[in-house]
């Protein structure tokens, strides 16, 4: 059974709609990636998950069953506005906050230093939050939405203003908790954190869905329309193959744009026709191409 299911959920503000019957189903130990322009209506659908505010049509099941006051304890949240109290101590509202959600102090306490010992940073306990750099903020916000042990992460552009080193630390943290079956919904702009950690997605644009599904398949819907090509020596006329529309002279070969499939074959066999070829690959769209294509399409 799902851990998180939307059915047709809809949400209004006066006459603006500012989700429109979005459905999605998200597994146990799953990371589910909501994409979307901005203002598309990533936050309104994770703050009607959260049960912050109600749908006005539709149903959200946590395993199966309605909203409940007693899924606050099982849920964690990262906005993407840092929401933490800048004049408070690490230890005294991270321990606050896992109480809230039903953990007893001593244990908060203790998955609170886990989490600092983890991060590196055991120091931060006794520290303000407004003592500590933006990035190190954001770490702090992403303790606060775990130290509760939740089934249910609701991470809204989690590695914003975090270094690469710490992106990376983060990345490995998240797919550690869904290993351990925490469900992940997880929204963001970076198409390539998407890729890296999401199985299923969904687009939304302007309050509606516009792709949605796993996205090796929602690849495989959209042409290969480059070609990556590496040879010794240079290769003549490319640029004259039926189908190629670009031809981009690279460090160490080729990038070459075709309007279709057969010209990929094309282009190998000119090129080895004329010396060799150390590498070929026909490109699969990038995430940030469909999106970008997605949302333009149904701008039109
Ligand atoms: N409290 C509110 N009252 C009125 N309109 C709202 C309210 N909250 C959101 N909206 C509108 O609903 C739409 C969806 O907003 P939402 O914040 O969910 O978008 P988003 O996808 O999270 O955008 P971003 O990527 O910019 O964070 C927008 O048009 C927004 O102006």
Same mark, same amino acid.
């Given at each position: ?15 603006? &709609? ?18 979307? !322009? ?6 309104? $659908? ?97 303790? !606060? ?56 997605? $969904? ?27 590496? &040879? ?12 190629? $529309? ?24 000119? !090129? ?29």
């Amino acid at each position: 059974m799902e851990a998180l299911h939307l059915e047709q959920v809809v949400k209004q503000y006066g006459d603006k &709609t500012a989700v429109n019957g979005i459905s999605l189903k998200v597994e146990q130990g799953e990371i589910y990636g909501l994409l979307g !322009a901005n203002g598309a209506g990533k936050t309104t $659908t994770m703050r009607m998950v959260l049960g912050l505010i109600y749908p006005d049509e539709g149903r959200i099941l946590y395993n199966g069953k309605p909203y409940s006051t007693e899924l606050q304890h099982l849920m964690g949240y990262l906005p993407e506005e840092r929401g933490l109290y800048p004049k408070v101590k690490v230890s005294d509202q991270i321990i606050y906050l896992a109480r809230l959600r039903g953990m007893p102090a001593s244990e908060a306490d203790k998955s609170l230093r886990y989490w600092l010992d983890r991060f590196d940073v055991p120091e931060y306990y006794n520290k303000k939050i407004e003592e500590l750099s933006k990035g190190n903020q954001q770490k702090m916000g992403f303790v !606060a939405a775990v130290v509760h042990k939740p089934k249910i992460l609701i991470l809204d552009e989690a590695f914003s203003g975090l270094d690469p080193v710490n992106v990376e630390l983060l990345k490995d943290t998240v797919r550690e908790m869904r290993d351990q079956g925490t469900s992940i919904l997880f929204s963001t702009h970076r198409m390539e954190h998407v890729e890296e950690l999401c199985r299923n997605i $969904t687009i939304l644009d302007r309050s509606n869905t516009v792709v949605q599904g796993d996205i090796r398949e929602i690849k495989k819907g959209y042409p290969r329309e480059a070609v990556v090509l590496r &040879t010794a020596g240079e290769v003549n006329g490319l640029a004259e193959i039926a189908g190629v $529309t670009a031809v981009e002279r690279q460090e160490r070969g080729y990038l070459l744009s075709i309007s279709d499939i057969g010209a990929a074959q094309r282009i190998l066999q000119l !090129a080895m026709a004329q010396g060799e070829v150390e590498h070929f690959e026909i490109k699969e769209p990038t995430l940030n191409q469909i999106f970008i294509r997605a949302v333009g399409e149904s701008n039109e």
